[in-house]
Structure formats: C-alpha cells, structure tokens
C-alpha cells in the first residue's frame, strides 16, 4: 500500500493515508514522537504526494516534501 499523504502534527506525531483515505499504519508506528525510523519516514516521504503541518483541530498548511524532510530530522539546511 503506497502512501499519499503524510500529516506532521505539532505534538511531532505523524498520520500517513493512502489514496482512498486509509492510515497506513506500517509507518504510522515508526514515524512518531517517540519513534522515528528513518529509513521507514524517507520511503514514505518518496512515495507520497501530499505533505501538510498541522495543529489538531485548529489549522493545516501544505508543505513542499523537502519541508517535510527537513521537519522530520531527515535532512540538514
């Protein structure tokens, strides 16, 4: 299952969809605040076409995938 769209939330957890709108759990449990598997987060930032921030309840905004990357830990300046 591919991934679509990854939403980082302000707590620095993560939620992964895919293209009908189901989490993809398999990242989901590697791409949070206690957890972050790098290997896991770079295959699904590759695959995904959607990258947004977002404040639970209160407010998202798109980012680029290089933002995501860098938000992530995944990438230097």
Do not use: P
Not at 47 to 55: D, L, P
């Amino acid at each position: 299952m591919r991934a679509y769209s990854i939403y980082l939330f302000t707590n620095r957890n993560c939620m992964v969809f895919n293209k009908s709108g189901e989490q993809i759990l398999k990242y989901q449990k590697n791409m949070n605040c206690q957890r972050l598997d790098k290997d896991v987060a770079k295959k699904a930032i590759e695959e995904a076409r959607e990258f947004y921030i977002s404040k639970y309840k209160e407010w998202v905004h798109d980012v680029s995938k290089e933002e995501m990357s860098y938000l992530l830990g995944l990438e230097e300046e």
